[in-house]
C-alpha cells in the first residue's frame, strides 16, 4: 500500500561511471518529481513529469542528468559520467495531481568517491 | 539566489511549550506555501499547507500564518512533544508555473522531555 518507493537506498559509485536511480510512485499519482538534497542544503527541483505532457527539466543541473518515466508509474534518473559534487540524497516525490501536496520516497543516498 | 530562507538552522524547547517556526520568501509570484516534516533517514512528510488568500490554517496542534505583505510564514505547534523532533523545510509553489516546490534549508527542531 505502499508509499513512494525508491531504488536502491544507498550507491558507491566511482567517478566517471554512470548510475541509475528508480523510483515507483504511488499507484494513480500522475505526477511525478525528482529533488536532491546536499548535505546542509535543501531540497533542490531537478525535474517534473505530469501525465503525457512534456517533462519540466528546468532543474537538472548539466546534461549528464536525464530522466524517464513510463506512463504513470515508474521513473528512471540517469546521471552520467558521475562527478564527486554529484553526491547527495536524491528524493523522489509524486502527487495526484495540480495543486495536491508530494509525497516523498525515502530517498536514495548516492557518494561518488 | 534563495527564494525561500529559513533563517535559523535549529530550535530547542520544552515539552509542552510552543514552537515556532519561521520562513521567509522573496517571490511574490508564489501562492502556496507547504511545511514539510523530515526524519533521519526519511523522506520529508507532509504536514501543512496555506493558499495565499488565506492568512491561517489550523489542523490539530499545528497552525500556519501567513503574512503576504512581509512575505512570511509561520509554523505553530502546541502543545510541542518530543516526537516532533525533526527537520522541518518550508516550501513554496510559483503562480501558474510548474508543480515544482521551492525549499527552504530546513529547520532542526528539538523538543526535550
Known amino acids: 500500500g505502499a508509499g513512494v518507493s525508491q531504488s536502491p537506498s544507498n550507491k558507491v559509485t566511482e567517478k566517471g561511471k554512470d548510475v541509475e536511480l528508480r523510483c515507483d510512485p504511488i499507484?494513480?499519482?500522475?505526477?511525478l518529481y525528482w529533488y536532491r538534497q546536499r548535505l546542509g542544503q535543501g531540497l533542490e527541483f531537478l525535474i517534473y513529469?505530469?501525465?503525457?505532457?512534456?517533462?519540466?527539466k528546468s532543474g537538472l543541473p548539466s546534461d549528464r542528468f536525464s530522466a524517464e518515466r513510463t506512463g504513470e508509474s515508474v521513473s528512471t534518473l540517469t546521471i552520467q559520467r558521475t562527478q564527486q559534487e554529484d553526491s547527495a540524497v536524491y528524493l523522489c516525490?509524486?502527487?495526484?495531481?495540480?495543486?495536491?501536496?508530494?509525497?516523498f520516497g525515502p530517498g536514495t543516498r548516492l557518494t561518488v568517491t | 539566489d534563495q527564494q525561500v530562507k529559513q533563517n535559523s538552522p535549529s530550535l530547542s524547547v520544552q515539552e509542552g511549550r510552543i514552537s515556532i517556526l519561521n520562513c521567509d520568501y522573496t517571490n511574490s509570484m508564489f501562492d502556496y506555501f507547504l511545511w514539510y516534516k523530515k526524519y533521519p533517514a526519511e523522506g520529508p512528510t507532509f504536514l501543512i499547507s496555506i493558499s495565499s488568500i488565506k492568512d491561517k490554517n489550523e489542523d490539530g496542534r499545528f497552525t500556519v500564518f501567513l503574512n503576504k505583505s512581509a512575505k512570511h510564514l509561520s509554523l505553530h505547534i502546541v502543545p510541542s512533544q518530543p516526537g516532533d523532533s525533526a527537520v522541518y523545510f518550508c516550501?513554496?509553489?510559483?503562480?501558474?508555473?510548474?508543480?515544482?516546490?521551492?525549499f527552504g534549508k530546513g529547520m532542526k527542531l528539538t523538543v526535550n522531555p
Open positions: 513529469f505530469q501525465g503525457n505532457s512534456a517533462p519540466d
Open positions: 499507484s494513480g499519482h500522475t505526477a
Open positions: 516525490a509524486s502527487s495526484p495531481g495540480t495543486a495536491g501536496e508530494q509525497y
Open positions: 516550501a513554496a509553489r510559483e503562480i501558474g508555473g510548474s508543480e515544482k516546490l521551492v
